[in-house]
């Protein structure tokens, strides 16, 4: 019969604990890795004269617009969709 202490118990616990953390670290470097990737060629393949366009939150939840024209050197960061579309359409 096998008689199993609780330091052995732990013992094994930690061996799973510590090869399923050293698992998550390397796959949360390869998703950060294709990440990268896919950034990279998405700027690769729109065209660098293009404005950039992303939306961010605040501290208190309220959606910031922001704007990059490489074209100018410009940048816009509004409060509203609206803000935006005239921003772009000011470019023209």
Request: proline content about 2%; hydrophobic content about 30%.
């Amino acid at each position: 019969m096998t008689h199993i202490t609780i330091t052995q118990k732990r013992q094994h616990l930690e061996k799973i604990y510590t090869k399923s953390s050293h698992v998550g670290y390397f796959l949360g470097h390869i998703r950060q890795g294709f990440s990268h990737i896919a950034h990279s060629l998405v700027h690769f393949l729109t065209e660098a004269n293009e404005p950039r366009i992303w939306i961010n939150t605040d501290a208190q939840g309220h959606m910031i617009y922001r704007g990059y024209d490489p074209r100018t050197g410009r940048r816009f960061e509004g409060d509203s969709e609206q803000s935006i579309r005239i921003w772009l359409e000011e470019r023209y």
